[in-house]
């Protein structure tokens, strides 16, 4: 289906980390059937290929960076990629994180929590500090969207790194939103519930059962699409969203009401 521009994104240049499978990919998909154009950036090449060339040919722009987002350079060097080929950076969606074997907190390796911390955390400052630089270059305003978790919330016993690192990321956005709001930049985030994602199946092959116990708590008594974890951040990259900044959105079907 050819673009128009009538969409929730129409003009915007997207910048979308951990774009090649999961929420970034669905993410992807969305921001450029709204009108974005958009870059995706994340380690798989062959991911990001087969998402890039679906864009394409459902007529959207979209073109795609391999990018290590525990490597500043690299991070740094994809962003300024986005305005090489389309000359400014209006909204960016860092998404990209990796996940550790579960179990409780004397059990994490130090290795593991080295790796967690390296692409959850320092990679999210990584790419704000980019992203701000760029949109402060160009379009001058705009919006950022971090992925958290429903498990940076609150005690995370199964996943105590994981939720570590995205309770960090939470403090990053209000932080970066009160410093950068002056300017017109705005800062928020998504705290995913349960999402059918190879991330969450990951968890489900090393503790087998886990995603139905979690689905039994949940209200709305089902796992999210990425797609619905992506429409969120998309309203909140929009200008629909205007006046929020510094926030969290839970997207978790109300997990923890």
């Known amino acids: 289906m050819t673009q128009t521009n009538a969409g ?11 774009a090649g499978r999961g929420i970034g990919a669905a993410a992807a998909r969305l921001f450029a059937r709204e009108g974005a154009t958009v870059l995706l950036a994340a380690r798989t090449e062959s991911q990001l290929k087969t ?14 960076v391999v990018c290590d987002l525990a490597d ?16 400014r950076l209006d909204i960016a969606f860092n998404n990209a994180a990796t996940i550790v074997p579960p179990g409780p907190l004397d059990e994490v390796s130090e290795t593991d929590l080295d790796h967690v911390y390296n692409v959850n955390l ?6 704000l500090a980019a992203e701000v630089a760029a949109i402060r270059a160009t379009a001058k305003t705009g919006a950022i969207v971090n992925n ?12 105590p790194a994981y939720g570590a ?13 009160v410093t950068y709001g002056p300017e017109g930049i705005r ?32 209200p ?34 109300g997990t923890w009401v």
């Open 51 to 64: 998402v890039t060339e679906d864009i394409v040919a459902a007529g959207g722009t979209a073109d795609y």
């Open 187 to 218: 800062v928020n985030g998504v705290a995913p519930g349960t999402t059918l994602t190879e991330m969450i199946q990951e968890w489900e092959d090393a503790s087998p059962g886990i995603v139905e116990r979690i689905v039994a708590e949940t």
């Open 72 to 87: 500043g350079a690299s991070v740094r060097a994809a962003v300024e990629r986005t305005v090489e080929l389309w000359g």
């Open 165 to 177: 690192m995205k309770r960090a990321v939470n403090s990053l956005t209000e932080s970066a939103a």
């Open 8 to 18: 929730l994104l129409a003009g915007k240049v997207a910048f979308i980390t951990g």
């Open 220 to 253: 709305l008594r089902r796992a999210a699409q990425p797609e619905e974890i992506a429409e969120a951040a998309a309203w909140l990259l929009s200008d629909r969203a205007s006046y929020v900044t510094g926030v969290t959105l839970r997207v978790d079907g």
């Open 122 to 127: 320092k990679g999210a400052w990584l790419a």
């Open 148 to 159: 958290s978790s429903i498990g940076s919330l609150r005690g995370n016993p199964e996943l």
